[in-house]
């Protein structure tokens, strides 16, 4: 038995070395596909624009409603200088009121953050202030919150002649 061994392991290399070297186009297999190409292409120009608008009127049936256009600019009202000479007043009386509870926080000062806050106050019957909120943001919110602070401290303001005014607050560093 122990002569047929290597005979038998002989024979086993040499089949497998065949398998594995054999090549694979003699057995009649199909070829491997060629590799992928690819290329860009330029975008598709983008076709005419019209006048269409994005936005149509679909709640009215008339053709001449919806080809009107847009409608007038609202009138522009203007203050006569009497009452542009109150409101001024009113919004440098405020601006020293609030001058006495604005503080400049120490974080915007750290990072040299400076900017113009307006606040669009609502004042209450009795003169108190009943909201503020931010009409223009300094782009800080630091500052922002701190002008919102210190226009809720200001408390009663019974000066004022308007139910809501703008306030503007100005932040610099010198």
């Given at each position: 038995?122990?002569?047929?061994?290597?005979?038998?392991?002989?024979?086993?290399?040499?089949l497998h070395a065949g398998?594995?070297?054999?090549?694979?186009?003699?057995?009649?297999?199909?070829?491997?596909?060629?590799?992928?190409?690819?290329?860009?292409?330029?975008?598709?120009?983008?076709?005419?624009?019209?006048?269409?608008?994005?936005?149509?009127?679909?709640?009215?049936?008339?053709?001449?409603?919806?080809?009107?256009?847009?409608?007038?600019?609202?009138?522009?009202?203007?203050?006569?200088?009497?009452?542009?000479?109150?409101?001024?007043?009113?919004?440098?009386a405020a601006q020293r009121?609030?001058?006495?509870?604005?503080?400049?926080?120490?974080?915007?000062?750290?990072?040299?953050?400076?900017?113009?806050?307006?606040?669009?106050?609502?004042?209450?019957?009795?003169?108190?202030?009943?909201?503020?909120?931010?009409?223009?943001?300094?782009?800080?919110?630091?500052?922002?919150?701190?002008?919102?602070?210190?226009?809720?401290?200001?408390?009663?303001?019974?000066?004022?002649?308007?139910?809501?005014?703008?306030?503007?607050?100005?932040?610099?560093?010198?």
């Open positions: 038995m122990l002569p047929c061994l290597p005979f038998a392991i002989a024979l086993s290399l040499a398998v594995l070297f054999w090549d694979a186009r003699k057995l009649g297999l199909p070829p491997a596909p060629p590799p992928i190409e690819a290329s860009l292409q330029p975008p598709a120009p983008h076709p005419a624009r019209n006048n269409e608008p994005l936005l149509k009127n679909t709640l009215t049936d008339d053709p001449a409603l919806v080809k009107a256009g847009p409608p007038a600019p609202p009138a522009v009202r203007t203050l006569p200088p009497t009452a542009r000479v109150v409101a001024r007043r009113q919004i440098e009121k609030l001058s006495q509870h604005l503080y400049y926080p120490p974080a915007a000062i750290a990072r040299g953050l400076e900017g113009e806050v307006r606040l669009l106050l609502t004042i209450a019957d009795d003169g108190s202030i009943s909201d503020v909120v931010i009409a223009a943001s300094s782009g800080h919110a630091l500052l922002d919150q701190a002008a919102v602070k210190a226009a809720y401290a200001m408390g009663r303001i019974g000066w004022a002649n308007s139910r809501e005014f703008i306030l503007p607050v100005i932040f610099r560093l010198e």
